[in-house]
């Protein structure tokens, strides 16, 4: 897995702030089809957030630690039920984001 420095999470917080969560985590969890939408949506737009709702029985900080250990998605940043997901899209047309990354 790829380790950013403090610069570019910085970075990537930046590009964050003002994009809504398009995913969510309920009380089923994480499932093998969820996490291939997340990629699928991650090799979109490489920068994306998703919510843990409220009822979920599962918390941010579970989700993030098993995306961590079970996939090569970084988690940028995890704020109350919130997490900011990163990763490298696997089309060179949709690396907008990890260009500018590059940068830092």
Same mark, same amino acid.
């Given at each position: =897995?790829? !380790?950013?420095?403090? &610069? +570019? &999470?910085?970075f990537l917080k930046a590009k $964050?702030?003002? =994009?809504?969560p398009i995913f969510q985590v309920g009380k089923e969890g994480v499932s093998d089809k969820? @996490?291939? +939408?997340? &990629?699928? $949506? %991650?090799? &979109?737009?490489? %920068?994306i957030k998703i919510n843990v709702l409220q009822g979920s029985d599962f918390e941010a900080s579970e989700v993030s630690d098993y %995306?961590?250990?079970?996939?090569?998605?970084?988690v940028v940043q995890v704020i109350g039920h @919130?997490? @900011? !997901?990163?990763r490298q899209s696997s089309k060179i047309e949709n690396r907008e984001i990890s260009a500018? !990354? +590059?940068n830092f």
């Open positions: =897995m790829n !380790l950013l420095s403090g &610069k +570019q &999470k910085k $964050a702030h003002n =994009m809504r969820w @996490v291939e +939408q997340i &990629k699928n $949506a %991650l090799d &979109k737009r490489e %920068l %995306l961590t250990e079970n996939t090569d998605i970084i @919130v997490l @900011v !997901l990163y500018e !990354l +590059q």
